[in-house]
């Protein structure tokens, strides 16, 4: 099992940038293909970004392909999504999650076993 909490959300202006953590505590997040969605509000939770453990494969949703950043150091357990050129469309509470490496496809909340409390990020226009 592993504990998620995610960090570093806030209110920035459209075109800032925000970097979001997402410490593990528990397991290694090298153990786990690692997720983030966001949600916001009056929508459902949407796939953001994810990163397998093999081959450090990455994934995007369309909507932040070019923008938003994924990665993962090991020897802090923590994973990370750099958020550049923030759009008000952003805006939404980001979530950690963590899933079973067995899993195939790692694009769906489905997929996801372990989900950290989420962090609120604002982007004003």
């Known amino acids: 099992q592993v504990l998620l909490v995610e960090s570093g959300g806030g209110l920035v202006q459209a075109g800032d940038s925000l970097r979001l953590s997402c410490a593990a505590s528990?397991?290694?997040?090298?153990?786990?293909?690692m997720g983030w969605f966001r949600q916001a509000p009056g929508k459902e939770r949407e796939f953001v970004a994810a990163?397998?453990?093999?081959?450090?494969?990455?994934y995007y949703a369309d909507s932040v392909k070019g923008r938003f950043t994924i990665s993962r150091d090991n020897a802090k357990n923590t994973v990370y999504l750099q958020m550049n050129n923030l759009k008000p469309e952003d805006t939404a509470v980001y979530y950690c999650?963590?899933?079973?490496?067995?899993?195939?496809?790692?694009?769906?909340?489905?997929?996801?076993?372990?989900w950290g409390q989420g962090t609120q990020v604002t982007v004003s226009s």
């Open positions: 528990g397991r290694t997040v090298s153990t786990y293909a």
């Open positions: 990163l397998r453990r093999s081959g450090g494969s990455t």
């Open positions: 999650a963590a899933a079973p490496l067995f899993r195939t496809v790692v694009v769906v909340a489905d997929a996801y076993d372990y």
